[in-house]
């Protein structure tokens, strides 16, 4: 009943934007462009101008690029036996190489781990996002129908203002340059927005689509990737690293969440197959109320 307690809220708001999606019709790219360009960048700041590291982060570093480069791979070697072409091959990345560390995965850890564990799952968090805006974002544009291959690719990360944000916090932090106090509540003000609109944006999508034309055998390949791999993956990588078996039993659980909602954002500004993300965002995020227990028991 406690992990149905946090469960239950993070749908909340995502029937918010479904209903308010179906009454109003709103323009989801225009939104989904201001929580990308405004609000994302001050929460970034924030968590690394506030985030006191230490050496563990090195590892965690290596353990949520290399999962990432891993399910990547994986879907490289599903598109070329089903010969999926690029825009494709890139939808399915955002769906399956990404996943929910933010407002659903911080708040299940701090569920089983308390406080001790919710300082790594924030650190786990933040590193998350940084690997969505370069990564993520270079796939997105790659499989944009307006894009021109990997040149509009690098392009669009460089024109990502959440790693100027990222950068700007470190700076800070390391310089020693300090915000009054209602600086930081300003940039907290917006920071605190971002993840609520993300999902706000990803329920208003799932309004728009329609399921029946979802590809079933390709979206069922996303989720088993995402849902039952990754962990596997997560899993083998732990073994290599040495940090607490508490980190090692955050790194499997965080694995195992659903698809991460900024990538239903990114699919919809590049224009990468947004309702096939959109409805693996949704589905593995339904589905992970069956797949988390079960990664639960076998890891605490």
Request: charged letters at 10%; aromatic letters at 12%; a positive charge.
């Given at each position: 009943m406690?992990?149905?307690?946090?469960l239950?809220?993070?749908?909340?708001?995502?029937?918010?934007g479904?209903?308010?999606?179906?009454?109003?019709?709103?323009?989801?790219?225009?939104i989904?462009?201001?929580a990308?360009?405004?609000m994302?960048?001050?929460?970034?700041?924030?968590?690394?101008?506030t985030?006191?590291f230490?050496?563990?982060?090195?590892y965690?570093?290596?353990?949520?690029?290399?999962?990432?480069?891993?399910?990547i791979?994986l879907?490289?070697?599903?598109?070329?036996?089903?010969?999926?072409?690029?825009?494709?091959?890139?939808?399915?990345?955002l769906?399956?190489?990404?996943?929910?560390?933010?407002n659903?995965?911080?708040?299940v850890?701090?569920?089983l781990?308390g406080?001790?564990?919710?300082?790594?799952?924030?650190v786990?968090?933040v590193i998350?996002q940084?690997?969505?805006?370069t990564?993520?974002?270079?796939?997105?544009?790659?499989?944009?129908?307006?894009?021109?291959?990997i040149?509009s690719a690098?392009?669009?990360?460089?024109?990502?203002?959440?790693?100027?944000?990222?950068i700007?916090?470190?700076l800070f932090?390391f310089?020693?340059?300090?915000?009054?106090?209602?600086?930081?509540?300003?940039?907290?003000?917006?920071?605190?927005?971002a993840?609520?609109?993300?999902?706000?944006?990803?329920g208003?999508q799932?309004?728009?689509?329609?399921?029946?034309?979802?590809?079933?055998?390709?979206?069922?390949l996303?989720?088993?990737?995402?849902?039952?791999?990754?962990?596997?993956?997560?899993?083998?990588i732990?073994?290599?690293?040495p940090?607490?078996?508490?980190?090692?039993q955050?790194?499997?659980?965080m694995?195992a969440?659903p698809t991460?909602?900024?990538?239903?954002?990114?699919?919809l500004q590049?224009?990468?197959?947004?309702?096939?993300?959109?409805?693996?965002?949704f589905?593995?995020t339904?589905?992970?109320?069956?797949?988390?227990?079960?990664v639960?028991?076998?890891?605490?």
């Amino acid at each position: 009943m406690e992990f149905l307690g946090i469960l239950l809220p993070i749908f909340a708001i995502f029937i918010l934007g479904f209903i308010g999606q179906k009454k109003f019709r709103f323009d989801t790219k225009v939104i989904s462009t201001m929580a990308l360009y405004l609000m994302s960048p001050f929460l970034v700041f924030r968590t690394f101008y506030t985030t006191e590291f230490d050496k563990d982060y090195i590892y965690m570093i290596f353990y949520t690029v290399s999962l990432c480069l891993a399910l990547i791979s994986l879907v490289y070697l599903v598109a070329f036996f089903r010969k999926y072409d690029i825009r494709e091959t890139c939808a399915m990345i955002l769906a399956s190489s990404f996943m929910n560390n933010g407002n659903y995965g911080t708040p299940v850890v701090f569920l089983l781990f308390g406080a001790a564990g919710l300082k790594y799952a924030i650190v786990l968090m933040v590193i998350q996002q940084m690997v969505m805006c370069t990564i993520g974002v270079y796939y997105a544009a790659k499989g944009s129908p307006e894009g021109n291959g990997i040149k509009s690719a690098l392009r669009a990360v460089r024109r990502m203002p959440i790693v100027y944000g990222a950068i700007v916090g470190v700076l800070f932090q390391f310089t020693g340059i300090t915000l009054t106090e209602s600086m930081l509540t300003a940039v907290s003000l917006v920071a605190d927005a971002a993840i609520p609109t993300i999902m706000i944006t990803l329920g208003m999508q799932l309004a728009n689509i329609s399921m029946k034309n979802i590809a079933v055998n390709k979206l069922s390949l996303s989720l088993i990737l995402k849902l039952a791999v990754s962990p596997v993956i997560a899993f083998c990588i732990s073994l290599f690293l040495p940090v607490d078996d508490l980190v090692k039993q955050i790194m499997i659980i965080m694995a195992a969440m659903p698809t991460a909602a900024n990538t239903t954002m990114y699919a919809l500004q590049y224009n990468t197959d947004p309702e096939f993300v959109s409805s693996a965002t949704f589905i593995s995020t339904v589905l992970s109320l069956v797949t988390l227990p079960i990664v639960f028991f076998i890891v605490i």
